[in-house]
């Protein structure tokens, strides 16, 4: 068989679509910068302490030495929220949201807004599902929610959860066990949340990759998943984020394989 110039640039290619699909490295690709993650948290006491358990986490991410990361805890009412120095995500790779029910001025609203449109990654944590969805009449003038954020950017539609007292049995996938966010996670160990199960069947987005799989004696719904969005940004959700969850090596796993993922 005759090799042409031609036929191993098209065979290249293709090497290098596949992996990046995978969220593999290409191969003898060199990383000259390490990701850089903005973690965007509430105090909110109905947030699942992520004011307590996220800039731990944040700092073993950058102790490890594959990640910066920097966290935003923001201040105000749901109504008028606001994130001091939220500038820095213009040079942020991964953007983390993990707050519930804000409204944020028309300025930081559209710095968020920009940044997802520029097609970088975005991370969401538990209440990320319902982060801008203020309920009610906005209490201050210049502010606004985004409603559109859960169905347009994360894929899917929150229906509220199930009681804490139920748990959740966290199971993988079965047809997308070797996706790289699951390298070395097993559930050989059960494993069981303490947070409840969050209502999101059937996603809106069919191409979403589920990763994750919760149930109680009530009903069993997607925990985690991947997607690619509108603006050809990566983007990872799960429901798992509880505080006690934080305590669960794999929970941790899951979230440190999901940002080399997002990051690469």
């Not at 903005?38 to 490890?64: C, H, M, R, W």
């Not at 959860?161 to 997308?176: E, K, R």
């Not at 998943?225 to 090596?249: C, H, M, Q």
Request: net charge positive.
């Amino acid at each position: 068989m005759k090799i042409t110039l031609h036929s191993m640039k098209g065979s290249l290619c293709l090497v290098m679509a596949l992996h990046l699909l995978s969220g593999l490295p290409v191969w003898g690709q060199v990383r000259t910068k390490i990701p850089h993650i903005v973690f965007l948290i509430s105090g909110d006491p109905l947030n699942y302490n992520a004011e307590i358990t996220i800039p731990p986490f944040a700092d073993s991410l950058q102790k490890s030495g594959l990640f910066k990361t920097t966290v935003l805890k923001g201040h105000g009412k749901h109504e008028s929220y606001r994130f001091e120095g939220l500038e820095v995500i213009e040079k942020a790779d991964v953007l983390v949201i993990f707050f519930r029910r804000v409204a944020l001025s028309h300025q930081q609203m559209d710095q968020i807004k920009s940044y997802i449109q520029s097609g970088r990654s975005v991370v969401g944590i538990r209440s990320a599902d319902h982060g801008f969805s203020v309920r009610g009449k906005l209490a201050a003038e210049g502010y606004e929610g985004w409603w559109g954020f859960v169905p347009d950017i994360l894929g899917h539609e929150y229906k509220g959860h199930d009681s804490d007292d139920l748990g959740t049995v966290i199971t993988l996938s079965p047809s997308n066990t070797g996706h790289p966010v699951l390298r070395e996670i097993s559930v050989t160990k059960k494993w069981k949340s303490q947070g409840g199960t969050y209502r999101v069947n059937p996603l809106i987005d069919p191409k979403s990759v589920v990763l994750l799989e919760g149930s109680n004696s009530n009903t069993k719904e997607p925990a985690a998943w991947i997607r690619i969005n509108d603006y050809g940004g990566k983007v990872f959700y799960t429901s798992l984020g509880y505080p006690t969850d934080f305590a669960e090596p794999r929970f941790r796993l899951l979230l440190t394989n999901a940002f080399k993922w997002a990051g690469n």
